[in-house]
């Protein structure tokens, strides 16, 4: 603004003397003498320089101006620079103290639950020393030199698959071309079989389709690229690379097939001999591979994370990103395909989204994955006796009810109830013949229970599968028309179980042997029952004066409940059998509660009904147990 100024002042200066000079008329001009006009003209020059000068000035002190704020900005910037600096490396310092101190916690949590446990952490790291050589010096493994290491992870039966390298690719087909070496850097667990039927519901797993071919011990199939690679991340793995998969089938070693170089129609669930449908998976023991994995070759075509491109095969060249579009690999052959391609280095390409019932899927897991998931159970179990101690429960066993006070607590947004521990007269003696002899039950440990029924909007959060609707819907009543099977999957898949009939019987009428969840006396209004039901379910907890001394709803009434015990004469003895766990569909269950369309006599705590595990209706529902 200053430099505009004097450009200003001095352009006004200039046109003035030029006026002056040029702007006389001749007549003016001719009565001056000449003395006089030159006298004019220099005084016009003289302060033609003079504003001249002033400019230059005037610029000088612009400028000096100017090179003041460069250094003043240079100055600010570098302090800026500065600044930022420090506070990078302050950062810097922030977070690897952070990660020092995390580390060091990690460390100490591993130490503290995983070094004390031998069972799971030695048969993971250690079950013999060839197996703890093996993992490493990997790139030392032949075939024959590798002993099949299996473990349970959540009731999945895994195979490890130490690191090590093998020639991948064949020159059988032109997508196998060139045979290239690629090494697996880091052991991985396999699952032994394609996913079942029946895990896949106990997992949680979620897919549009059903499947083709049902059976719970039967692969999943028509299921898409996406379902089944979040079925995998749900229970903490993923699925694996076409590499690792080719390499647990194949070995160092490098056989066409996973149990040898020639084909064996035997070893395999294949067009020629699967009569036009899946077998149960792990049916062809003889086709385990090297690693002891089952069903590598034909049954399903098994996913992998795999983007379908070109060989070598790059692990970085962004085959293995999620997040890019394209068809995915699938590998292994089926029930419908011939000997040539169920070859371990056949490779077939599939858009994501397609489903069919020749597609199926297993899952992968890395050691550390395993390793933090022992370490998570752990602290969960350390946080929960935290809670318990922060809460001041006494976890000692309990002789009477009056002296418990209920303890609630949400478990992923479903309200359980705390069971202490105790002992009560399990039975009554002048009820039905079933329910005698009475005998003394204990339970060393306590247990949560669920403090309602399941809501029929609790079984969809947490992935519930059955077959038929509910009779009578809405959210907050209770799910129905159920059968055992579907009970203790959902349960499976929330962490927990179906409660023994012990356990419920206990929670129903605690020490002091109650006849029904309140008291020994029936009162209506503190049920939902066959007078006063409406002839339907009712929202579960509308009953609050009915609930039990642990604080549980609905224990009697609204609907039966199934239990987890094989219906069998009492005493009741937890060892002998009735706890057994099977699909067997004959196998008769109990019934526990009464329902809303039952008169009194049936809600009696002590009362026992059996049914087939198969049957569903809409009075019978469930709820869950956790240990």
Partial sequence: MRNKTVLMSLSVIVLLGMAMLLGMDAGVSAQIDPTSQQQTIDAAVAQRLNATATAQAAFASTATIQAAFEAAVTSTAQAQQAAAFEATRVEASIQTAVAESVRATEAAVTAQFLAPTQTAFAVFLAPTQTAFAVLMASTAVSNAEWTPIELNFDSVAMVLVPAGCFEMGSDAANDGKPVHSQCVETPFWLDKTEVTQAQFVAHGGVKANGNGFAGDNRPVEQITWFEAREYCEARGGRLPSEAEWEYAARGSDGLVYPWGAEFVGDNIVYDRNSNNQTAEVGSKPAGASWVGALDLSGNVWEWTSSLYQSYPYDAGDGREVFSITGFRVRRGGSWGSLDNNVRAADRDDNSPDDVNSFIGFRCALSPLMAIQTAVTKSVRATEMASTLAALGIDTRPVTANADWTPIELDFDSVAMVYVPAGCFEMGRELGRSDETPVAQVCFDAPFWLDKTEVAQAQFVAHGGVKANPNYFPGDNRPVEQITWFEAR???????????????????????????????????GDNVVYGENSGSQTADVGSKPSGASWVGALDLSGNVWEWMSSLYKPYPYVATDGREADSDNGTDIRVWRGGSWNFIDYYLQAAFRSPNAPAYNDGYIGFRCALS
């Fill in 489 to 523: 999957d959902y349960c499976e898949a929330r962490g927990g179980r179906l409660p023994t009939e012990a356990e419920w019987e206990y929670a129903a009428r605690g020490p002091d042997g109650l006849a029904y969840p309140w008291g020994d006396e029936f009162i």
